[in-house]
C-alpha cells in the first residue's frame, strides 16, 4: 500500500507545531508587510503581524509561489508514494488553481492530488483531518480526493469583524460607510457558503453580532444540516484574529454553551484573512465529518 502525505496550507488555521504533532504537513502563507515577504507561522507570528498592521504598515498577501508549491511536492514524494494536498478554496484565492495544473506535469500526475472542496479556517482543518483518518484507513489519493470534494458543501462559515478600517483600507466598504458604521458601533455579518464570501447583516456590537451569527447556524442545523446532526457527524467551529484572550474565552464559552452536544473547535484565523478584516475578527461554523468505514 502507498503511503499518503496530507498537505495543506497554513490557512486552515492549523499550526506548524500540531501539524508536526499530528503527521500533517503545513505550507506556510506568504504576507507582505513593507514589500517583505514574511511566511506564516514560521517568520511571523501573530502578535508581530497584527502590530504591525495597527502601526499602519503596508500589508496584502499573495499565494504559495509555484516553485515553493513544487518543491514540497518533491519533498514529500521522497517518501511517499502520493500526495493529497488541500489549500484554501478557489473561490477566495488562486492558488488552488495553480496547484491543479501544476499537477498536471508528468512528474506528479497520478501522484499528487489537489482537493478544491471550497473550505478555509475550521472547516479547511476539518477536511485535513477527514484526509488524515481515509488514508489510514487505506483510501487511495484519488478517493480522497474525490470524497472531500463530495462532502465540500457540509460547512458553513458567518464572520464579524471588530473595525471597519481594514474593509475601508481594502476597498470593500466606502470612506463614508466606515466612518457611519464606526459612528453606530455596526458590525457586518459577512458568510462564506461554497468558498464565496458574501454579505449577510449589519449589527450594533460584537455580542449581538455573535447571537445574530449563532441564530443563522440554528437555522441551517434545522434544514440542512439535520441528518449530519442526528448522525453525530457535526462539529461547532469558533475562530478569530487577534482578539484580547478574555473577550475570545467568552465567546468560545458562549459557543460551547449554545451547543452542548456538539464538538466545539477553535482556529486562528489566517494572516491572510486577518490583513482584510483586522484584528478582533470573529468568525463560527458548522463542519460536517467524514463517516468512518
Given at each position: 500500500?502507498?503511503k ?26 506568504p ?46 514524494l ?14 477566495l ?5 495553480t ?17 478544491d ?40 462559515i ?38 464565496k464570501?458574501?454579505?449577510y ?58 451547543y ?26 458548522l463542519?460536517g465529518v467524514?463517516?468512518?468505514?
Open positions: 500500500m502507498k499518503i502525505a496530507i498537505l495543506t496550507d497554513s490557512n486552515c488555521g492549523i499550526s506548524p507545531q500540531e501539524g508536526k504533532e499530528q503527521g500533517i504537513y503545513i505550507l506556510p502563507m504576507v507582505i508587510i513593507q514589500e517583505q515577504i514574511f511566511y506564516e507561522g514560521y517568520e511571523i507570528n501573530e502578535q508581530q503581524f497584527y502590530e504591525r498592521l495597527q502601526n499602519g504598515n503596508s500589508v496584502t498577501t499573495s499565494q504559495p509561489s509555484a516553485g515553493v508549491v513544487m518543491e514540497s511536492w518533491e519533498r514529500l521522497e517518501h511517499y508514494g502520493e500526495v493529497v494536498y488541500i489549500p484554501m478554496s478557489s473561490s484565492s488562486g492558488s488552488c488553481q496547484a491543479q495544473l501544476l499537477a498536471e506535469e508528468e512528474r506528479f500526475r497520478g501522484r499528487v492530488h489537489v482537493v472542496n471550497h473550505r478555509i479556517s475550521v472547516t479547511q482543518a476539518q477536511s485535513v483531518y477527514d484526509a488524515k483518518r481515509m488514508a489510514k484507513q487505506g483510501y487511495s489519493g484519488e478517493m480522497i480526493r474525490k470524497t472531500l470534494e463530495k462532502e465540500a458543501m457540509n460547512a458553513t458567518y464572520i464579524t469583524v471588530d473595525s471597519l478600517t481594514y474593509l475601508k483600507k481594502g476597498g470593500r466598504i466606502t470612506t463614508a460607510a466606515s466612518l457611519l458604521g464606526t459612528a453606530l458601533n455596526l458590525k457586518p455579518i459577512l458568510t462564506i457558503q461554497g468558498g464570501l458574501d454579505a447583516a449589519k449589527c450594533r456590537g460584537m455580542k449581538t453580532a455573535f447571537k445574530k451569527m449563532c441564530q443563522a447556524l440554528d437555522a441551517e442545523l434545522e434544514e440542512r444540516f439535520y441528518d449530519l446532526y442526528k448522525q453525530g457527524r457535526l462539529k461547532a467551529g469558533i475562530a478569530s484574529t487577534w482578539m484580547e484572550p478574555e473577550k475570545l474565552a467568552m465567546f468560545r464559552q458562549e459557543l460551547k454553551e449554545h452542548p452536544d456538539m464538538e466545539c473547535i477553535y482556529m486562528p484565523l489566517t494572516m491572510s484573512i486577518g490583513a482584510h478584516i483586522g484584528p478582533g475578527g470573529l468568525g463560527i461554523g463542519v467524514h463517516a468512518e468505514k
